[in-house]
């Protein structure tokens, strides 16, 4: 069987998860014997490569990055464009390929693969790692599943970003961003209309109930790709904790401020990391001037991250919004490192709560009391996370590619 990834951004270029999780499953794949080619416009690297047995096609593309940890804004992927441009080398790749599946794995490549395999077709999938089909700012979820209306968009969304994401926001730049929410909004509209009679597979139960409480009837529930050890690496744990992802309030990172802002009743010789970049880092600078256990990392590569993981007592993963998934916490469980995490989205799905650390509520006084609580407990949840190795590698990595594969075949039938 050859299956054809289409995506808008790959590695070399994987500043986040679904990078990353979309080579893991191509990875896993080739190794079952599937044919995986990946079709990406080409950001500044090779037009043809090959990683890993996988073919990747390269197409032009009108923007090149010098920082391979940063992509593109949304609006380069949303406009007409992109659209046109990116159909028009789908449609060039699929038919030289001649895939028996495809699979879409970047949102904003969804319209165009659809456009191109109205030609083609060909068996297609999609897999969405976010809420952009449902809403593009995405704060209406922390409130519910439904999606925001247009007053509630331009009247609490709007005001909440320019409120509390944009560092100076003069006229003009709150003018340019109400122009953007609009257009925002528009391509939401167009991404919901071309997704909503697709196969569509989502991370968690939780993804799951948002899109169907939103209108989304072909919707299943696979989780996360990704590449696990045959084993736990034996590392010495500090004493520390980790943060990684968006510097954002929806992160929780506001939370871990207000947490970090007084003192702790366990060890004052603990340090925390915080990786990432993001309009709440000014915050954290600051705070590095009282707190000098808080260490502002910025960004890191993959490899690196993973590695430092393995090394501290606990990862914290305090987020507000709905977690698709919460794929830090799982690369920390990952690294034999138990997790602290909010109960939001998906993440009560991946951290089992007093099993592999604990789940609190999205408030800095739970935080604070889930942190101290973890610290005293740690060894319980790393002894968990062992016994139980190969049960999370087995759900994690082996189910996930077995369960692609079938509905690969149901697909096709």
């Known amino acids: 069987m050859k299956v054809a990834f289409i995506i808008e951004s790959f590695l070399p270029f994987a500043p986040g998860g679904s990078e990353w999780s979309t080579f893991y499953l191509a990875n896993d794949l ?38 391979r940890n940063k992509l593109p804004g949304n609006f380069a992927y949303t406009n007409p464009l992109w659209i046109l441009w990116a159909s028009i080398f789908y449609f060039i790749y699929l038919m030289k390929e001649k895939p028996d599946v495809i699979h879409v794995h970047g949102k904003y490549s969804l319209i165009p693969a659809k456009i191109a395999n109205l030609f083609i077709r060909k068996p297609l999938v999609v897999t969405i790692r976010d809420y952009q089909l449902i809403c593009n700012y995405g704060f209406c979820l922390y409130r519910g599943n439904k999606a925001c209306n247009i007053f509630e968009y331009f009247s609490h969304d709007l005001t909440y970003y320019l409120k509390n994401y944009l560092k100076f926001p003069n006229p003009l730049i709150i003018f340019l961003n109400v122009l953007y929410a609009l257009w925002g909004r528009i391509a939401r ?82 340090k925390f990391y915080f990786v990432g970049e993001g309009p709440l880092k000014d915050n954290l600078i600051k705070l590095n001037k009282t707190n000098k256990n808080v260490h502002i990392l910025g960004q890191i590569s993959h490899e690196n991250l993973l590695r430092l993981m393995s090394k501290v007592k606990l990862v914290l993963v305090p987020s507000l919004w709905p977690e698709p998934f919460g794929r830090v916490a799982l690369e920390a469980i990952s690294q034999g490192t138990p997790v602290v995490a909010t109960r939001s989205g998906g993440l009560p799905e991946i951290v089992s709560d007093g099993k592999y650390g604990l789940s609190v509520d999205a408030t800095a006084s739970a935080v604070r009391k889930g942190i101290e609580k973890a610290i005293g407990e ?7 996370i062992k016994n139980d190795f190969g049960k999370i590698r087995r759900r994690f990595q082996k189910d996930i590619v077995n369960s692609y594969l079938n509905l690969y075949q149901k697909l096709k039938k």
């Open 30 to 67: 080739s190794q079952k014997k599937i044919n995986v080619v990946v079709v990406t416009p080409n950001l500044g690297s090779k037009n043809r490569e090959t990683i890993k047995s996988i073919k990747i096609l390269r197409f032009p593309f009108y923007l090149k990055l010098k920082d």
């Open 189 to 270: 509209n167009l991404m919901k209309i071309f997704g909503m009679n697709v196969n569509i597979v989502v991370l968690s139960q939780k993804q799951k109930e948002i899109f169907l409480a939103n209108g989304f009837k072909k919707v299943t529930v696979i989780g996360n790709s990704f590449s696990f050890a045959k084993r736990l690496p034996k590392v010495k744990k500090q004493n520390a904790l980790l943060f990684a992802g968006r510097l954002t309030i929806g992160k929780g990172v506001g939370l871990l401020i207000e947490t970090l802002s007084k003192p702790l009743k366990f060890f004052p010789d603990y």
């Open 378 to 384: 740690s060894e319980k949840y790393r002894k968990n």
